[in-house]
């Protein structure tokens, strides 16, 4: 499912124009109690003319690694979408944050397997 954000070619008087950019972030609690954060740039950033919602979902998951350690993972994506497109943005937003929480889910069972 892609969005599409498209820009006006002008700008109304008196319109502020700013850059949007929608960011993923994959944060990682270690046993040892350190947290790693990984952010990255999800598609290209746009420039606006009107005032955008910001459509976002979370979501994370904790693995039991044996001898009271465990990993803990959170997931989330935030972009940025007009008002009419907020039910598509959702539908995307989830999707890749259920991919990413799906791949590192995968990640770690296969190395907990070794």
Do not use: Y
């Amino acid at each position: 499912m892609a969005i599409k954000i498209s820009k006006k070619t002008a700008a109304k008087k008196g319109t502020k124009k700013s850059t949007e950019q929608p960011t993923g972030t994959v944060e990682t609690q270690h046993p040892d109690g350190s947290v790693e954060t990984q952010t990255e740039a999800v598609g290209d950033s746009v420039v606006v003319e009107e005032p955008m919602c910001n459509v976002g979902m979370s979501a994370g998951r904790t693995f039991n690694l044996g001898e009271f350690n465990s990993l803990k993972v959170q997931v989330s994506l935030h972009v940025p979408a007009k008002f009419e497109d907020i039910e598509d943005a959702f539908t995307f937003t989830k999707e890749w944050v259920d991919n990413k929480l799906n791949a590192i889910t995968e990640e770690v069972e296969n190395a907990s397997e070794e």
